[in-house]
T-cell receptor, first 111, second 114 residues
Framework: DAKTTQPNSMESNEEEPVHLPCNHS???????IHWYRQLPSQGPEYVIH???SNVNNRMASLAIAEDRKSSTLILHRATLRDAAVYYC????????????FGTGTRLKVLA | EAGVAQSPRYKIIEKRQSVAFWCNPI?????LYWYQQILGQGPKLLIQ????????DSQLPKDRFSAERLKGVDSTLKIQPAKLEDSAVYLC????????????FGPGTRLTVT
């Protein structure tokens, strides 16, 4: 069973920031928070991951709540190419490192 | 570097027929995963290999699905016999090691069972 909760869909205007929320109230102290996105007709691709501190990379930023029960993926300037399904996943720090995907958030970017 | 390769990209079969999918992971990646993605859902892990050994196959319907990874490189996933509910996209992914932070996904094989 998925251990994260995300809105089914969101819309954003092109070139505006997008904040994609994820709730994970049952997160354990050793779970990493991973984000992937899936463009139409493609396999998922890695976006970013974090444990406790906020993270930035060339694609996005990840803001993690102090209690780690929620996180937010931030796309600083949405483009039409960012239209995709975004998945928030908890990845155990040990064991099989298994991903359990939920249904994700479908992001629509308006021109 | 070359990505994860999968073939075929599309396959249409009748129920009760058999089908096989092939995956070539990124060179040097020790861990290989097969996922099933039904329309409107997120991917579901079917089986995970570490080199040529199975790490997790708890969600693989073993009465009809089988997978192998000979020599710890390429992998095949087989369904025999197929059912209508097997219609889905089958995704292969690989990662450098079991503790790798990223999984790299192939484009998937879309299977339609009629």
């Amino acid at each position: 069973d998925a251990k994260t909760t995300q809105p089914n869909s969101m819309e954003s205007n092109e070139e505006e920031p997008v904040h994609l929320p994820c709730n994970h109230s049952t997160i354990s102290g050793t779970d990493y928070i991973h984000w992937y996105r899936q463009l139409p007709s493609q396999g998922p691709e890695y976006v970013i991951h974090g444990l406790t501190s906020n993270v930035n990379n060339r694609m996005a930023s990840l803001a993690i709540a102090e209690d780690r029960k929620s996180s937010t993926l931030i796309l600083h300037r949405a483009t039409l190419r960012d239209a995709a399904v975004y998945y928030c996943i908890l990845r155990p720090r040990s064991g099989t490192y298994k991903y359990i995907f939920g249904t994700g958030t479908r992001l629509k970017v308006l021109a | 570097e070359a990505g994860v390769a999968q073939s075929p990209r599309y396959k249409i079969i009748e129920k009760r027929q058999s089908v096989a999918f092939w995956c070539n992971p990124i060179s040097g990646h020790a861990t290989l995963y097969w996922y099933q993605q039904i329309l409107g859902q997120g991917p579901k892990l079917l089986i995970q290999f570490q080199n040529n050994g199975v790490v997790d196959d708890s969600q693989l319907p073993k009465d009809r699905f089988s997978a192998e990874r000979l020599k710890g490189v390429d992998s095949t996933l087989k369904i025999q016999p197929a059912k209508l509910e097997d219609s889905a996209v089958y995704l292969c992914a690989s990662s450098p090691q079991s503790a790798g932070n990223e999984q790299y996904f192939g484009p998937g094989t879309r299977l339609t069972v009629t």
